[in-house]
């Protein structure tokens, strides 16, 4: 099983001894990754035969350290090494990866089949789905449109993408000066592509083969920006929107088979606990670090956020004895 819990989507994927993937969930986190993943969970029960054993688990995404905790992880990792392994299965030399998610935006690039280089951009929204998701709401276009009607576009307009803020101002502006729906839509779609290479992209050299994966790559439209801006030819995955799980499930699948151990996960009935995280500040040092922890029916199960590890040591002893 593999876990991408993002601040916009939680995935779930279930893939065969064969790295086939045979089940995957979309789910809209909407805030709420404890619940989300909780009715992930119940959905995927109910999607498999009772004689399918779960014998790895592995979790990916801003959530993951949060979804680890809760499902008994045997691994957990960034969604950087994640992506690039998903990727790797589908076209085995794969140089580049653009992943554009709706919060965030990802390149990594890998050479001889090792990642080499990467960047990430958390904080502009215009180089990130949730642009596009604005922009549709204010033209009053659902979404899933978007694609069709950049590909309609006869002579796409140009938008200034360099911040959403002014881009959704440039935006009306075309409006008011009669330019259609598709150019628009077209325009928008290149503003993104443009932030995306000057920003996350910039001094990287992009060179094929290249994939395309998060969320926004099943506008065409956006393959479409991608592919003209750079003059080469972009592979979008069957499973583009859930690579990130995909990834997980194949790096637990190698460390099962690696270490041969028996997994920690603690089952679909998970779903059945109580789980809720709490914050404090620790006033062991200057530092003062956040720490948060995860409680099960009362019980605290997991800290993370301290840097010198004591309160995370604490919980670890505690399950060791538990164990004992």
């Known amino acids: 099983m593999g876990v991408d819990v993002g601040s916009v989507s939680t995935n779930l994927v279930l893939i065969d001894s064969d790295d086939n993937l045979i089940e995957k969930l979309y789910l809209r986190t909407m805030g709420q990754p404890i619940k989300v993943l909780k009715e992930g969970l119940e959905l995927l029960k109910d999607k498999v035969s009772d004689d399918v054993e779960v014998v790895g688990v592995g979790t990916t995404g801003s959530g993951r350290k949060l979804a680890g905790l809760m499902l008994g992880a045997d691994i957990v990792k960034n969604e950087i090494t994640a992506h690039a392994l998903a990727a790797q299965h589908q076209i085995p030399d794969v140089r580049t990866v653009i992943e554009i998610g709706g919060q ?59 911040c959403a803020v002014f881009a959704e101002s440039d935006m009306i502006h075309k409006q008011q000066a009669g330019h259609s729906m598709e150019d628009i839509v077209a325009g928008l779609c ?49 499973h583009f929107e859930v690579m990130g799980a995909y990834g997980a ?66 919980v670890e002893k505690s399950s060791k004895t538990e164990s004992a």
């Open 190 to 238: 290149e503003a993104l592509a443009r932030n995306y290479l000057s920003n996350i992209a910039k001094g990287k050299k992009i060179e094929e083969p290249v994939i395309f994966q998060g969320g926004v790559a099943a506008n065409k439209g956006m393959v479409k920006a991608f592919e003209e801006a750079l003059g080469i030819k972009i592979a979008v995955p069957e």
């Open 104 to 162: 965030d935006s990802k390149i990594t690039i890998l050479r001889n089949g090792v990642v080499s280089d990467f960047a990430m951009n958390t904080v502009c929204a215009a180089g990130t789905g949730s642009f596009l998701d604005r922009q549709a709401g204010r033209l009053n276009i659902p979404i899933e449109d978007f694609g069709d009607y950049a590909l309609k576009s006869i002579k796409p307009v140009r938008i200034a993408g360099r």
């Open 249 to 314: 499930a194949l790096l637990a699948k190698e460390l099962i088979s690696h270490d041969k151990k028996k997994t920690s996960f603690k089952g679909f009935d998970v779903k059945d606990l109580e789980f809720r995280t709490r914050s404090f500040n620790c006033q062991g040092c200057t530092n003062q670090c956040e720490v948060v922890e995860i409680v099960a029916d009362g019980a605290t199960v997991g800290r993370w956020g301290d840097r010198c590890g004591k309160w995370t040591a604490m």
